[in-house]
């Protein structure tokens, strides 16, 4: 379970390829700080760590991963937003993100605002129940508010901070990026759903 609060970013090493499955190599400032079989959030997508060493840890994707995130699109040197699970006792300064990804979106439009940024994600219609205005969504895996919301498109807001401690700066127009929304509002819809069947 993690909060959508990114603690720092990794640099993709190396990318491996097994069958159907992809393992990436990743340095980053907490890398030697892991451990095998912890969980642990890049991009917003929880993978297991399987190796540390000498200042990189591994972690691999499966086909069902690989499908339904931006994980085929990532390349060597490219940064990606990491997030260790949260820890009980510890604040929730973000919401509650499984780091299972329902789908990704894509940037139609990004604007600076005199010192913070604006931008416009596209998702498909199938999810349109799961976000409200004002509700909380996971980008690359940082949680965020959406506003100015219709059946496909949402809007956010970011502060210089989020901006430049995450990888959303490298985020443009036409960039895929993964999506989770609430699980609050997935519990409450399928609930709805059962009790309609009744």
């Known amino acids: 379970m993690f909060t959508g609060i990114i603690e720092c970013t990794g640099i993709i090493k190396k990318i491996e390829s097994s069958g159907t499955n992809r393992s990436f190599w990743i340095s980053s400032p907490i890398s030697n700080e892991l451990s095998a079989d912890q969980s642990v959030a890049h991009d917003g997508i929880c993978l297991t760590v399987e190796v540390v060493e000498k200042g990189l840890h591994k972690v691999t994707a499966v086909a069902e991963t690989i499908e339904k995130t931006n994980i085929q699109q990532w390349k060597e040197n490219m940064s990606v937003n990491i997030e260790r699970c949260m820890t009980l006792g510890g604040r929730l300064d973000g919401h509650i993100v499984q780091g299972h990804v329902d789908g990704t979106g894509v940037c ?4 600076e605002k005199s010192g913070s940024w604006e931008y416009r994600f ?27 919301i219709n059946s496909t498109e949402f809007s ?9 401690h995450t990888t959303l700066s490298m985020v443009v127009p036409e960039s895929i990026v993964n999506l989770e ?14 009790q309609q069947k009744a």
């Open 156 to 164: 956010v807001a970011i502060i210089p901070y989020t901006y430049t």
């Open 181 to 194: 929304f609430d699980i609050v509002g997935k519990y409450i819809l399928r609930n709805t759903q059962i």
């Open 108 to 111: 139609i439009q990004k604007e």
């Open 122 to 148: 596209r998702f498909s219609e199938q999810f349109a129940s799961l976000i409200v205005e004002k509700g909380s969504i996971c980008v690359n895996g940082i949680s965020l508010t959406a506003f100015d």
